[in-house]
């Protein structure tokens, strides 16, 4: 983590700008600083964290948006000196793990704003719904691929963990 966001600053000060806004967009929390020295801190409105301080999720949160700006960046560079670049893409393996729920939808958004395409493994209903919304999704059910449609996230079964937990809250 600390290697993905120190990188950053190679791309200047407009590349960490943007990222302070995005990361203060997923935690929503106004990002004040990215402070890169000896370590990273994060610098809050309510103080300042550095990263061996941060949760598991938080570090996956920052991670994951710092590799998508380096993509982002490094293909800027490509096209400054001429090569068309490929859109980035990034593939997530199960990135709800210890992330907030909130953050990882806000996270999604953010990558998507970037430009950046996501491939991600997820068992999360939520983020399936909402790759529905943004482009393609498909799920795993008896052994088959399927793609994932406004119906069959109607299907009860598909979901079934997550309905039970939600029921079990009424």
């Known amino acids: 983590v600390r290697r993905s966001v120190a990188g950053l600053a190679k791309y200047g000060v407009r590349a960490l700008v943007k990222f302070k806004r995005d990361l203060g967009y997923v935690f929503g929390e106004e990002v004040v ?69 909130d953050w990882l939808y806000r996270l999604v958004e953010s990558l998507l704003d970037l430009g950046v395409q996501v491939i991600a493994e997820t068992h999360s209903g939520l983020l399936l719904a909402h790759a529905l919304k943004h482009g393609a999704a498909y799920y795993v059910k008896d052994g088959k691929a399927k793609r994932l449609d406004a119906e069959s996230l109607k299907d009860v079964e598909l979901f079934r963990s997550e309905y039970w937990a939600y029921q079990q809250l009424a």
């Open 33 to 101: 600083d990215v402070a890169v020295g000896d370590g990273v801190e994060l610098v809050f409105r309510g103080g300042a964290f550095k990263l061996e301080q941060l949760s598991g999720g938080m570090l996956h949160v920052v991670n994951t948006l710092a590799e998508a700006y380096t993509a982002v960046y490094s293909l800027k560079e490509l096209e400054r000196w001429g090569i068309e670049a490929p859109r980035p893409l990034l593939i997530l393996d199960v990135p709800e793990f210890n992330v907030h729920v």
